[in-house]
């Protein structure tokens, strides 16, 4: 056995002895830091105890009930305590992917006597129901150790509308080219149904107008003026399916169709008619009562804005059915839709067969101008070849769906999508001066 030597037994004594002074003291250390973990959780409890709680908070969301697309708005976010308001009150609004907010969609609310205010302000990128449906507040305590965080629901809607500046001016422009003028008045004389006035018989005349009593009774010809008949029920269709989904330069082909749509609606209330909107896709989505006057176009646009985009095959017989249920007089239907060939559209043309035994149905299709590109391009590889065979196929199956529907007594009316609204209302017209509706 080996045996330290003396020096090396002091310096061992010696070593030892912190080690004995740090175990006499270790049990006040857990104490110590015991008592301070004690405090800091009884700071914590008090501080998120103290001060204004979720009870005494009532917080409100205002913005506009409408915006058009591409618009910006204000959203204004206010916060009340019934009993001392914080010094600090933060907020945070959810919204959906129509909207787009400028900046951040929160931040620190100005401080008011009662609590906070806040403007946030966003921009509207598609038409649609736009949703505001949750709001976060939060505020520190009085020691500033935790946050106070409530999530409260919010039930507020923005309806984004077309751009309604660019349709009033289109519609106003159309008017002014449609008003009558001397020319016109001669024109559309003796067409309408209803009596307007009498005047002197001019050459070119028809013989039917004039009034042959009342020409013997003062001695010379006098002819029957007539108007055309107002009060015709006008229902906008707008098929929100599948196809009608697709973009067309950027824009989907149902956003052009809805302001196409309240372009037409516009006119015609301008003109004394009625205007009802009807949308589907799988089903009825919107099955709106017909309006009158140029109030009634406030009404029109809301119901547009809800009509939303769908992913599900369109059922032209559930929606037409639906339709003709809902007329109780004739009616000029206006459908806004999309096909691709023969076999998708046989049922479309079974339940248009039956809708235009009563009413006058009227198909407004936007231009395919990627096939008929694909169709007359020069082919210069085997690809290309296979392309224009392809898309000259389709667009001959679309003329022979167009053709039968004509053959049903059915108007289709293909335009440009960028003249969409202008064709249709030129349409319109020409048949409401022919007296046909």
């Given at each position: 056995?080996?045996?330290?030597?003396?020096?090396?037994?002091?310096?061992?004594a010696?070593?030892?002895?912190?080690?004995?002074?740090?175990?006499?003291?270790?049990?006040?250390?857990?104490?110590?830091?015991?008592?301070?973990?004690?405090?800091?959780?009884?700071?914590?409890?008090?501080?998120?105890?103290?001060?204004?709680?979720?009870?005494?908070?009532?917080?409100?969301?205002?913005?506009?009930?409408?915006?058009?697309i591409g618009?910006?708005?204000?959203?204004?976010?206010?916060?009340?305590?019934?009993?001392?308001?914080?010094?600090?009150?933060?907020?945070?609004?959810?919204?959906?992917?129509?909207?787009?907010?400028?900046?951040e969609?929160?931040?620190?609310?100005?401080?008011?006597?009662?609590?906070?205010?806040?403007?946030?302000?966003?921009?509207?990128?598609?038409?649609?129901?736009?949703?505001?449906?949750?709001?976060?507040?939060?505020?520190?305590?009085?020691?500033?150790?935790?946050?106070?965080?409530?999530?409260?629901?919010?039930?507020?809607?923005?309806?984004?509308?077309?751009?309604?500046?660019?349709?009033?001016?289109?519609?106003?422009?159309?008017?002014?080219?449609?008003?009558?003028a001397?020319?016109?008045?001669?024109?559309?004389?003796?067409q309408g149904?209803?009596?307007?006035?009498?005047?002197?018989?001019?050459?070119?005349?028809?013989?039917?107008?004039?009034?042959?009593?009342?020409?013997?009774?003062?001695?010379?010809?006098?002819?029957?003026?007539?108007?055309?008949?107002?009060?015709?029920?006008?229902?906008?269709?707008?098929d929100?399916?599948?196809l009608?989904c697709?973009?067309?330069?950027?824009?989907?082909?149902?956003?052009?169709?809805v302001?196409?749509?309240?372009?037409?609606?516009?006119?015609?209330?301008?003109?004394?008619?009625?205007?009802?909107?009807?949308?589907?896709?799988?089903?009825?989505?919107?099955?709106?009562?017909a309006?009158?006057?140029?109030?009634?176009f406030s009404?029109?646009?809301?119901?547009?804005?809800?009509?939303?985009?769908?992913n599900?095959e369109?059922?032209?017989?559930?929606?037409?059915?639906?339709?003709s249920?809902?007329?109780?007089?004739?009616?000029?239907?206006?459908i806004f839709?999309?096909?691709?060939?023969?076999?998708?559209?046989?049922?479309?043309?079974?339940?248009?067969?039956?809708?235009?035994?009563?009413?006058?149905?009227?198909?407004?299709?936007?231009?395919?101008?990627?096939?008929?590109?694909?169709?007359?391009?020069?082919?210069?590889?085997?690809?290309?070849?296979?392309?224009?065979?392809i898309?000259?196929?389709?667009?001959?199956?679309?003329?022979?769906?167009?053709?039968?529907?004509?053959?049903?007594?059915?108007?289709?009316?293909?335009?440009?999508?960028?003249r969409?609204?202008?064709?249709?209302?030129?349409?319109?017209?020409d048949?409401?001066?022919?007296?046909v509706?």
């Amino acid at each position: 056995m080996i045996y330290p030597s003396g020096r090396s037994v002091w310096a061992a004594a010696l070593g030892a002895v912190p080690a004995f002074l740090v175990a006499l003291a270790l049990p006040s250390v857990w104490y110590l830091g015991l008592l301070w973990i004690c405090l800091l959780l009884a700071f914590l409890l008090v501080d998120a105890t103290a001060g204004p709680g979720r009870a005494s908070l009532e917080a409100n969301l205002k913005s506009t009930p409408q915006v058009g697309i591409g618009g910006r708005f204000p959203v204004f976010i206010s916060a009340r305590f019934a009993s001392g308001a914080p010094a600090k009150i933060e907020a945070r609004l959810a919204h959906d992917t129509r909207l787009e907010p400028i900046g951040e969609a929160g931040g620190t609310l100005r401080p008011t006597p009662e609590g906070g205010a806040l403007e946030l302000h966003f921009h509207a990128l598609r038409r649609g129901i736009a949703s505001l449906d949750r709001l976060w507040l939060r505020w520190p305590g009085p020691f500033g150790l935790v946050w106070k965080q409530v999530a409260l629901p919010m039930d507020n809607k923005v309806a984004i509308l077309p751009n309604i500046g660019g349709v009033r001016d289109e519609a106003i422009r159309l008017l002014q080219r449609e008003a009558l003028a001397d020319g016109q008045e001669q024109r559309r004389a003796g067409q309408g149904r209803e009596f307007e006035s009498l005047k002197d018989y001019q050459p070119g005349m028809g013989r039917r107008m004039i009034d042959w009593k009342r020409s013997a009774r003062h001695g010379k010809l006098v002819a029957r003026e007539f108007r055309v008949e107002q009060n015709n029920n006008i229902v906008l269709a707008i098929d929100s399916g599948r196809l009608m989904c697709e973009p067309i330069d950027g824009v989907a082909k149902l956003d052009r169709a809805v302001t196409a749509a309240l372009l037409t609606a516009f006119v015609a209330l301008k003109g004394g008619d009625m205007v009802g909107l009807f949308s589907f896709d799988a089903r009825p989505r919107i099955v709106g009562k017909a309006v009158r006057g140029s109030t009634g176009f406030s009404l029109i646009q809301k119901r547009a804005a809800e009509i939303d985009y769908s992913n599900e095959e369109t059922n032209f017989t559930l929606a037409l059915t639906t339709l003709s249920a809902q007329l109780d007089r004739r009616s000029l239907v206006i459908i806004f839709t999309d096909f691709v060939d023969p076999i998708s559209a046989e049922l479309m043309l079974r339940t248009v067969g039956r809708l235009t035994e009563r009413h006058m149905v009227l198909f407004m299709l936007m231009k395919d101008e990627e096939l008929e590109t694909l169709s007359d391009t020069q082919p210069e590889k085997a690809e290309d070849v296979a392309r224009s065979v392809i898309a000259g196929g389709l667009l001959r199956e679309r003329e022979v769906v167009i053709a039968k529907l004509r053959r049903l007594g059915a108007h289709v009316v293909e335009a440009d999508h960028r003249r969409l609204g202008p064709a249709l209302v030129q349409h319109y017209l020409d048949l409401k001066q022919e007296d046909v509706l």
